[in-house]
């Protein structure tokens, strides 16, 4: 009979798609567990995990640390998404075409705007790049027509199904996001252990669900 506030780590991606659902299920399977709940990017979150300044974390990992027990979560891919108000010609679109027009994604600190530098610098290109810790803002800057963001479609799927946006196939390979949920190599893990099992859980419904759907 687990009771208690258990802090909770998530990255904003993970909002976007299943902790709704897992919240839900903590409440019915714990009814006496309170989750208090801190958003925030996976190098802030991985930092406050080692520090004890939350007990779970949903991150970009896994995390290369012994003091941190790491279990797969999900991967989603990423990929270039505009607004139909941006023409980069017939697809797929090389990354030359996108030299010219401003890349919307994650903060600076985080692996998917590093691995895209790194794609870019290799192609020679050196684009602006709008990094944004808000997903949602980052979402809403595309709808707006300012550039072209760098995310899971997943996260975008109705602005998608309505023709609001659209994903633009690219000649190059975006990697893709690798979450993990993380915990404290204590010596009882067990109840936040117990949480981390239902998350592992509810994310590979929620890609089975994904899956099923396309």
């Not at 989603?76 to 797929?92: M, S, T």
Request: hydrophobic share 45%.
């Amino acid at each position: 009979a687990m009771s208690g506030v258990v802090r909770l780590g998530v990255s904003e991606t993970i909002v976007h798609t299943w902790l709704s659902r897992y919240i839900e299920r903590v409440h019915a399977a714990f009814p006496k567990v309170t989750l208090d709940i801190e958003v925030d990017v996976s190098p802030n979150l991985r930092d406050a995990l080692v520090e004890h300044g939350i007990d779970l974390a949903f991150l970009l990992g896994p995390v290369s640390d012994p003091r941190v027990v790491n279990h797969d979560l999900c991967r989603y891919p990423l990929a270039f998404v505009a607004g139909p108000g941006i023409d980069l010609g017939p697809e797929p679109v090389g990354f030359e075409r996108l030299d010219g027009v401003p890349i919307i994604t994650y903060p600076k600190t985080t692996r998917p705007y590093l691995a895209l530098r790194e794609l870019l610098a290799g192609a020679g290109l050196s684009p602006r790049i709008y990094s944004n810790s808000s997903l949602s803002t980052i979402v809403r800057m595309t709808l707006d027509g300012i550039g072209v963001s760098v995310i899971p479609p997943v996260v975008v799927e109705d602005e998608l199904a309505r023709g609001d946006l659209r994903v633009i196939r690219s000649a190059a390979t975006l990697p893709e996001l690798v979450y993990t949920c993380c915990l404290a190599a204590a010596p009882d893990r067990s109840p936040v252990e117990a949480l981390a099992r239902l998350a592992c859980e509810v994310a590979r419904d929620d890609q089975k669900a994904s899956g099923a759907s396309r």
